[in-house]
T-cell receptor, first 114, second 114 residues
Framework: NAGVTQTPKFQVLKTGQSMTLQCAQD?????MSWYRQDPGMGLRLIHY???????DQGEVPNGYNVSRSTTEDFPLRLLSAAPSQTSVYFC?????????????FGQGTRLTVV | KQEVTQIPAALSVPEGENLVLNCSFT??????LQWFRQDPGKGLTSLLL?????REQTSGRLNASLDKSSGRSTLYIAASQPGDSATYLC?????????????FGKGTKLSVKP
């Protein structure tokens, strides 16, 4: 009963490096999203997807790319990491984007950019 | 733009006490509202989901209420235990362009002392 799985759990990057945060869910959920959590800021939406092949921007999309080629996977790419992207990243999924849409979260990826 | 406020920001109670956590939101046009708990360094765990047509939802010692017209939700925890110590987050899910996205409050940090 895996739910939402994020990898890696921890990562340290140098400024300018690129990396992909992985997110996979095994619940056949249509809706997936990425949030970042910063002290004093709460959780903020980065990007989301309402189904395979469809993505859209959230509140803080700059510096991040996403794609959704399958229902199960929703990777988040940092093309050129900056210290301002130091944060904890959470992936979430739900059956749909509207009613009865209980959201389930992964355990997070703690990213430090030096 | 939806804004979510949670009061108090922190709460410390002795074991066994009943307590209420408050959540207010500015836009009453919501599909549902979800309460989560977050343990330090961990992901978000869903506690309760209340549909916009519901007034209350119960799970064990937890009871959540929703008054959509006044933009308020409360989470009632009965007979608190040290294991309830965590940060509690509320998140209404709104209509509109970012359909299905959760907007989070900054949370209430609860400490239950033995």
């Amino acid at each position: 009963n895996a739910g939402v799985t994020q990898t890696p759990k921890f990562q340290v990057l140098k400024t300018g490096q690129s990396m992909t945060l992985q997110c996979a869910q095994d619940m056949n959920h249509e809706y997936m999203s990425w949030y970042r959590q910063d002290p004093g800021m709460g959780l903020r939406l980065i990007h989301y997807s309402v189904g395979a092949g469809i993505t859209d921007q959230g509140e803080v999309p700059n510096g991040y790319n996403v794609s959704r080629s399958t229902t199960e996977d929703f990777p988040l790419r940092l093309l050129s990491a900056a210290p301002s992207q130091t944060s904890v990243y959470f992936c979430a999924s739900s059956y749909s984007a509207t009613v009865r849409a209980e959201a389930f979260f992964g355990q997070g990826t703690r990213l430090t950019v030096v | 733009k939806q804004e979510v406020t949670q009061i108090p920001a922190a709460l410390s109670v002795p074991e066994g006490e009943n307590l209420v956590l408050n959540c207010s939101f500015t836009d009453s046009a919501i599909y549902n509202l979800q309460w989560f708990r977050q343990d330090p360094g961990k992901g978000l765990t869903s506690l309760l989901l209340i549909q916009s047509s519901q007034r209350e939802q119960t799970s064990g010692r937890l009871n959540a209420s929703l008054d959509k017209s006044s933009g308020r939700s409360t989470l009632y925890i009965a007979a608190s235990q040290p294991g309830d110590s965590a940060t509690y987050l509320c998140a209404p899910m709104g209509y509109g362009g970012s359909q299905g996205n959760l907007i989070f409050g900054k949370g209430t940090k609860l400490s239950v002392k033995p």
